[in-house]
Nanobody
Framework: QVQLVETGGGLVQTGGSLRLSCEAS????????MDWYRQAPGKQRELVAA???????NYADSVKGRFTISRDNTKNTVYLQMNSLKPEDTAVYYC?????????????????WGQGTQVTVSS
């Protein structure tokens, strides 16, 4: 079993900053890509930022230059530093990871999601 636990959400004023963390735990053999998605009320879930196991990153156009994704492979943790926040960044932010687990003599590759953390930016 694998769990992804996000922390760091909250309420912040326009122009403020927040740092989200997501730690993976369980029978982890290897973690590949780790991503952050968000879903605002009435909208589809969208990819915000992604980082490969080697550290290559990709961002949605709407957050380029304001958000930074990083990871600590020794801690199985991915971070999202969010600066210059805008009201349109308000959403539930979800962590996603592609993880290979090893249990009972078998390897298995699956996609895992965290429970989500609310980010609210007031105008």
């Amino acid at each position: 079993q694998v769990q992804l636990v996000e922390t760091g959400g909250g309420l912040v004023q326009t122009g403020g900053s927040l740092r989200l963390s997501c730690e993976a735990s369980g029978s982890i053999f290897r973690i590949y890509a780790m991503d952050w998605y968000r879903q605002a009320p009435g909208k589809q879930r969208e990819l915000v930022a992604a980082i490969t196991s080697g550290g290559s990153t990709n961002y949605a156009d709407s957050v380029k230059g304001r958000f930074t994704i990083s990871r600590d492979n020794t801690k199985n943790t991915v971070y999202l530093q969010m600066n210059s926040l805008k009201p349109e960044d308000t959403a539930v932010y979800y962590c996603n990871a592609e993880i290979t687990t090893y249990a009972g003599g078998y390897y298995r590759n699956d996609d895992y999601w965290g429970q989500g953390t609310q980010v609210t930016v007031s105008s």
